[in-house]
C-alpha cells in the first residue's frame, strides 16, 4: 500500500486556501481526498464554545477549542491507513507508468487538509508532509471577511475582538513553533507552483521499499 501524501493548506481566513484547494483537488486524480476543517465545527449549542473577549455576546469561533479535532485527526488516519480508490479505466497519476527512460514509475495518493487552524494541533501538523500557509494584511483580510456570508453571522465588532487578534497569535505560533511552513502571500496565485511541488513529492521510487 502507497504511503498517502498528506498536504496541509492553512492560514489567513479569506486568504484563497479553498480556492487552491479546490484547484488541486481538480487537477489531482480522483482517488485524491480533501479534509476541511469547517466541517469540524462544534454544534453552536455545544458546552466547548468559549465567549468572545470584550464581553461581545458570541462564540469564539477562531480558536481550537471550537472544532472538534478528535474527529478530524480520526478521519485523517482513516485515510492514510487505507488504499486509494481508483475509478475504473483513469489514467491516474496514482497508477504506476513508464518515464521517458521505460522504467517503472509509481506515485502515492493524496490527502489535502484545508483549514485555518491546521497547526495549533501538533499531532495533525505532525502528520503532514507539505505545510502551507496564506497570510494577508488587516485590510485585505478585512475587505474580504465583510463580502462573505457566516452561519451563524459575524456580530459588529467579531472581526476587531476575535478573527483578527486570534490570527496573529496564531500566526506569531506558528512562526515559533512549527517547522517547514512555507507561507505565501493570499493576494498572489500560488496553485500552480502548489501542484508542482505536490506532484514531485508524489513520485515513488521504485528502487526504495517504503519512503522517507
Known amino acids: 500500500m502507497a504511503e498517502w501524501l498528506v498536504v496541509a493548506i492553512s492560514g489567513v481566513t479569506n486568504g484563497g486556501k479553498s480556492t487552491v484547494t479546490r484547484q488541486l483537488l481538480e487537477g489531482l486524480p480522483s482517488s485524491t481526498q480533501l479534509l476541511c476543517q469547517d466541517d469540524y465545527f462544534y454544534p453552536e449549542d455545544s458546552s466547548c464554545h468559549i465567549p468572545c473577549p ?3 455576546k458570541h462564540h469564539n469561533w477562531d480558536v481550537i477549542t471550537a472544532l472538534d479535532m478528535e474527529k478530524m485527526k480520526l478521519d485523517v488516519r ?11 479505466g483513469e489514467d491516474s497519476l496514482h497508477a504506476s507508468t513508464r518515464d521517458s527512460n521505460s522504467s517503472i514509475q509509481t506515485y502515492r495518493p493524496v490527502l489535502l487538509l484545508d483549514g485555518f487552524l491546521i497547526y495549533d494541533d501538533s499531532e495533525l501538523t505532525a502528520m503532514c508532509d507539505l505545510r502551507y500557509f496564506f497570510t494577508l494584511s ?6 474580504r471577511r465583510k463580502k462573505r456570508d457566516y452561519e451563524p453571522p459575524d456580530p459588529p465588532g467579531y472581526f476587531d475582538a476575535c478573527v483578527w487578534p486570534m490570527y496573529e497569535e496564531h500566526l506569531d505560533r506558528v512562526r515559533k513553533n512549527v517547522r517547514d511552513v512555507i507561507f505565501l502571500d493570499g493576494t498572489e496565485n500560488h496553485f500552480e507552483i502548489i501542484y508542482q511541488q505536490v506532484l514531485e513529492l508524489t513520485k515513488v521510487n521504485p528502487n526504495c521499499k517504503q519512503l522517507n
Open 78 to 88: 482513516n485515510i492514510i491507513n487505507s488504499s486509494p480508490i481508483k475509478e475504473e
Open 54 to 56: 470584550g464581553g461581545l
Open 138 to 143: 488587516r485590510e485585505q483580510c478585512w475587505e
